[in-house]
């Protein structure tokens, strides 16, 4: 993603959630190379995959925390909302 190769990336980061769905990182960093491509659609659902697949609390922490440092501040706020109603 960061040589802008987001094709490659995106295969990649997919192929990597195929063969390790409890890899957080690979979905984080997919969402990412989305993001960038201003498929923000495509971004979210990846974050929301991520839960589903991991429904652990550090999921929504990593959802938040991706959205909150792309900037995307009302995304970040959202998963914030979602992280308080858990607890």
């Known amino acids: 993603g ?3 190769r987001y094709g490659e990336a995106e295969e990649a980061f ?9 890899n ?5 960093n997919l969402a990412v190379v ?3 491509q201003a498929k923000t659609n495509r971004a979210r659902s990846t974050l929301e995959r991520m839960v589903e697949a991991n429904p652990h609390p550090i999921s ?4 938040e925390r991706t ?11 959202a998963w914030q909302q979602r992280i308080e109603e858990r607890q």
């Open 2 to 4: 960061r040589l802008e």
């Open 14 to 22: 997919l192929a990597e959630i195929e063969s390790f769905p409890s």
């Open 24 to 28: 957080q990182m690979a979905y984080t």
């Open 34 to 36: 989305y993001y960038v």
């Open 60 to 63: 929504l922490l990593l959802a």
């Open 67 to 77: 959205r909150r440092q792309l900037g995307d501040r009302e995304a970040a706020a």
